[in-house]
């Protein structure tokens, strides 16, 4: 199966290239489903309910997030009552929500996407790497699909790469959001685990990480609070396709790609 994985989506100019790049990155790479990072959607934020049934809609299969998930009090019941929306699976226990879930293929099997978040320079929460051990140890190993996905929305490069080694040969995939900067590291691990550090935005690419760049830039030169708002123009869809075998769950194919919104016009 072919799936594509479509970076932090950032505010609505993200919300509006990822609607329009979707047709577009099904035709050219022939995926089967889409999932992407939502947890910027709102505002550059947080992600509201209306907001995640947009990109739902739009024809995301499953939306992963973040540290930022919690920014907007009213998704916590959204995040109750819809299984598409995953929230990081190694906060303690009690936060609204699930860390994981299983998904149809479409084909009559099933899929699991499991979200996390890394430790490292991030807010704190359980460990990522022990909640994955008793989650695959434990919980649900028998009754696992082989096609497993990994987010790991974490800040460090160490940790994510540190993750991909520890989960080579167990999950299909382990693929980093958060610092919105597409990593030139995809690859396949010898066990046959699919990995990249980061998948990249769908935002602004004249920008300080999908933000106005004045904002940003204000902020480190005086080191004081600075309101930053979601940049609006020359906006990029970047992300990964994948290719799983289904029979084995591992991976055959990763590769990285940047769509912008002139490009899908031009077509």
């Known amino acids: 199966m072919k799936f594509a994985f479509l970076g932090d989506i950032c505010g609505r100019a993200g919300r509006r290239a990822v609607r329009e790049c979707i047709p577009r990155i099904r035709r050219l790479y022939g995926v089967d489903l889409i999932l992407g990072n939502a947890e910027n959607s709102a505002g550059g934020m947080g992600v509201t309910p209306e907001i995640a049934d947009e990109l739902l809609d739009a024809g995301i ?5 973040g540290n930022h998930i919690w920014q907007k009090r009213e998704i916590y019941d959204y995040l109750n009552r819809t299984p598409e929306l995953l929230r990081p699976y190694n906060y303690p226990h009690g936060a609204p929500g699930r860390g994981w879930g299983l998904f149809p293929t479409g084909g009559g099997g099933e899929f699991l996407v499991v979200n996390l978040q890394g430790r490292v320079f991030m807010p704190p929460v359980d460990c990522p790497f022990q909640a994955m051990e008793a989650l695959l140890g ?15 929305h974490a800040e460090a490069t160490s940790e994510k790469i540190a993750m991909g080694w520890f989960l080579d040969g167990r999950v299909s995939v382990v693929l980093g959001t958060h610092t919105h900067v597409q990593t030139a590291d995809e690859r396949i691990l010898p066990e046959g685990t699919g990995y990249i550090t980061d998948v990249g935005m769908s935002g602004s690419v004249n920008s300080v990480l999908g933000m106005k760049k004045e904002g940003a830039i204000r902020r480190f030169v005086t080191g004081l609070p600075e309101r930053l708002e979601p940049a609006k123009k020359n906006v990029v869809v970047m992300g990964i396709v994948f290719e799983v075998d ?16 002139e490009e899908v016009r031009k077509v």
């Open 61 to 65: 299969q499953v939306l992963t997030s």
């Open 246 to 261: 289904e029979s084995t769950g591992k991976c055959k194919h990763i590769e990285r790609f940047q769509m912008s919104e």
């Open 138 to 152: 434990e919980d649900i190993e028998k009754e696992s699909p082989k096609i497993r996905i990994v987010d790991l």
